[in-house]
């Protein structure tokens, strides 16, 4: 089976500097200097087909853009990249988001994925007004996607659950194909969601022998619902024709880092409810040695930046060892991204995925197995001679 690849759509703005944001923390100000417009991300959109990305995950949150519209917008300058649009199922109702998932497919061609996610800090939560706390709104999380899938399997559905109640609810038009559902969470409650719920789990760049003990926890709690997942790993990515080059450029972007904002930014993330966010804490410390945790596997993108902080760093053949050796855990889908994210999609699609598809790992899931540029077929009119 072909690994598959995501990359990622920064509307939070972009630069050649780590921009921040998310878990609460404001996107940080210094270095937006490509603004998240949708000419811009259209590029980044373009790019990533073109090197053989399969989607584009697109955030969600006050820091950024909201990721309905973006990608709506963003997809007609696209013809087969898939968004995995990020949402929050406290914040639109179940019967509402299946209509407007449904109305996404027939106006793209089959092309959303759908990453569900409950919303780890409370503030944040109620500034949206929505005042559960963390376990009751993974409970709803349950109840939402019960009632979505129901509807996209054209049902007419009835409930009266324990945060939601629908009554004689029904999509016109079910959606074809019916999206696949991406989830991320490290709490109990979260592995109970996911192993009901979802297609695929998601989990943020650990150390391979952290990931191998998420998976087997999913796995295990997955087959007690008599299901099965696959498994999917959220990194950013700084690889180059040299590890030496890889470093530095790890180097230069950990030189921009404004202590008082790396001060600012922990602090933050520090009062985070989230057990994902506290696991990426703990890889840095919140300091500036000991950041390769791992061979390759860098902290410092988490010193200025909530959610997944960790980097695969090193020359193009050391990044595509790492990416096989989360495979061989059970990982098949990566999430990637990179500083800035139009230049670091070349980076990796030209110099890693070539070796990944030597080694009979990828393809390209548009071109076929050679990853060659189909030929043009261009019509002329017949008018009996020819040149």
């Given amino acids: ?53 399969v989607g584009a995950l697109t955030p969600t949150g006050a820091w950024c853009e909201d990721a309905w519209l973006t990608t709506a917008m963003v997809s007609q300058a696209s013809d087969r990249l898939k968004f995995l649009v ?24 089959g092309r959303l994925l759908l990453n569900v996610v409950t919303g780890g800090e409370s503030h944040e939560q109620r500034a949206y007004g929505d005042f559960l706390d963390k376990d009751d709104r993974y409970r709803r999380t349950g109840e939402f996607l019960d009632i979505v899938r129901q509807l996209w399997e054209g049902k007419v559905v009835d409930l009266a659950g324990e945060h939601l109640k629908v009554e004689d609810a029904k999509l016109a038009r079910v959606p074809d194909p019916v999206p696949e559902v991406y989830f991320g969470g490290s709490s109990p409650i979260a592995g109970e ?10 989990t943020w760049g650990e150390p391979p022998a952290a990931v191998a003990e998420k998976i087997a926890w999913i796995r295990a709690l997955a087959a007690k619902e008599g299901r099965t997942l696959r498994f999917g790993i959220r990194l ?42 506290q696991r990426m804490l703990v890889l840095h410390g919140g300091g500036r040695d000991g950041l390769e945790i791992h061979p390759n596997l860098w ?22 060892e ?25 980076w990796f699609g030209e110099g890693v995925l070539p070796r990944l598809q030597a080694k009979g790992l990828w393809t390209h899931p548009f071109r076929g ?13 017949d008018t009996g001679s020819r040149r």
């Fill in 86 to 109: 990020a949402f929050r199922p406290g914040f639109v109702s179940p019967t509402l988001a299946a209509q407007m998932a449904s109305t996404f497919q027939r106006q793209t061609g």
């Fill in 236 to 277: 950013h990515v700084i690889t180059r024709d040299t590890a030496e080059q890889a470093w530095a450029e790890a180097n230069r972007l950990l030189e921009g880092f404004d202590p008082e904002t790396v001060r600012s930014v922990q602090a933050g993330l520090a009062r985070s409810e989230s057990e994902g966010q």
């Fill in 322 to 346: 790492r990416i096989k050796e989360y495979h061989a855990l059970g990982i098949d889908e990566f999430v990637l991204s990179g500083y800035p994210h139009l230049e670091e999609a070349y």
């Fill in 1 to 53: 089976m072909s690994l598959t690849f995501h990359w990622f759509l920064p509307t939070n703005g972009d630069s050649r500097h780590v921009v921040g944001g998310g878990h609460g923390t404001p996107a940080t100000a210094s270095g937006r200097d490509r603004p998240p417009t949708v000419a811009y991300l259209s590029q980044i959109a373009r790019a990533a087909e073109d090197l053989g990305f």
């Fill in 369 to 381: 197995a050679t990853a060659e540029p189909p030929v043009a077929q261009v019509p002329f009119a």
């Fill in 193 to 202: 969601i996911a192993a009901r719920h979802v297609d695929v789990y998601l």
């Fill in 299 to 320: 902290a410092g993108i988490g010193l200025v930046r909530g959610g997944a902080g960790t980097a695969l760093v090193g020359s193009h053949d050391e990044v595509a």
